[in-house]
């Protein structure tokens, strides 16, 4: 009995007798860093199993949830001792659950650094915060005027661990972090990479603006690839006979020009009308996503069909042959010989 009076003391020494028959027990146990007030109040013959535990409000919220595991700890414990770390195990547990699920709010120190930062960086460039400042949205305009945005996502041991960082790049966007930088420290490294970005987005502004792009309808500017409107056909003599006058030194639109021998119709010239894109089968632009992008190669005709509706229509056809994933057939609206080549998904 002395030896677990010992080691109860040495264990939980803010845990002691309150009467000459040790039948009373008071005082705290800790968990954590924090200390909780219980009473615990043994029967004549010290058995657990007989025992009351009486709990702070603090101690009996955070067991919430648990009573039914401290009574089957209690009635199996053979002494106060072992019930005793039972109990602590039992609390260690459900304050890490408790911080899992209603994390702790950060102290005020991370705010008031947070908003001497930003006041450094400029309110100006502050698009959006929200109330408990773990995501944060920052513009900034590149050497072309354009705005981009960038989205930081704080975690709970900001600045030692990085913010996650958004952005509507072609490229992969991954800033150098220590424990020492700052929100000031992202944006610069986001202005650079703004600037050496600068030669891609003229390229395409200057698509967009010069051509009628077909897809994507509205361009992001992570977008590296456009469909784009012709009104020539077919191409491919003119470029493989003109490929050698591509110049590095001209932009890739006029470049296009040069070597295609065409003008590309801008979408504020050239009404719907002027250009047939609906396809020549189901009469729509655009079919679960897919726009039509086969074209019959008779120069006359030069008609436009999905690839999906084409197949069907070439599949149906008795004149039809098919090599491998290539069906030979005739053009639903010129009568001329069209071929299609099927994607996988075709089959």
Request: hydrophobic share 40%; proline share 7%.
């Amino acid at each position: 009995m002395a030896v677990t009076e010992a080691s109860l003391l040495r264990q939980f020494p803010l845990l002691l007798p309150q009467n000459r028959s040790k039948t009373v027990y008071e005082g705290f146990i800790s968990a954590q860093g924090r200390d909780f007030h219980l009473r615990i109040v043994l029967p004549e013959d010290l058995q657990l199993k007989n025992a009351r535990l009486l709990c702070s409000w603090q101690l009996r919220t955070i067991l919430n949830g648990y009573h039914q595991i401290v009574q089957q700890r209690m009635q199996h414990s053979l002494d106060l001792m072992s019930f005793m770390m039972e109990l602590k195990m039992l609390l260690e547990v459900a304050l890490k659950n408790k911080q899992e699920l209603y994390p702790l709010p950060p102290p005020p120190q991370f705010y008031s650094s947070l908003i001497e930062e930003i006041g450094t960086l400029g309110w100006d460039k502050l698009v959006y915060v929200d109330t408990s400042f773990n995501t944060i949205k920052l513009k900034a305009e590149d050497a072309s005027g354009r705005e981009h945005l960038i989205t930081l996502k704080l975690k709970a041991k900001y600045p030692t661990e990085s913010p996650d960082c958004f952005v509507d790049f072609p490229v992969s966007f991954s800033a150098s972090w220590t424990p020492q930088s700052s929100l000031i420290s992202i944006y610069s490294q986001f202005l650079a990479a703004l600037e050496s970005l600068k030669a891609f987005w003229d390229v395409m502004d200057e698509i967009d603006e010069k051509t009628w792009v077909l897809e994507p309808e509205k361009p992001p500017r992570s977008a590296t690839a456009r469909r784009i409107a012709l009104v020539v056909k077919p191409l491919g003599i003119k470029l493989s006979r003109n490929i050698h006058l591509w110049d590095p030194e001209n932009s890739v639109l006029q470049n296009l020009k040069d070597v295609l021998e065409i003008d590309f119709p801008a979408r504020a010239i050239l009404e719907k009308s002027d250009f047939t894109m609906d396809c020549g089968i189901c009469y729509a632009y655009q079919l679960d996503g897919a726009i039509p992008d086969q074209v019959c190669d008779n120069s006359q005709c030069g008609q436009p069909f999905h690839q999906m509706c084409l197949y069907e229509w070439l599949r149906g056809l008795p004149t039809s042959r098919q090599s491998f994933n290539i069906i030979f057939g005739e053009c639903p609206y010129c009568s001329k010989p069209i071929t299609l080549k099927m994607s996988g998904k075709k089959h």
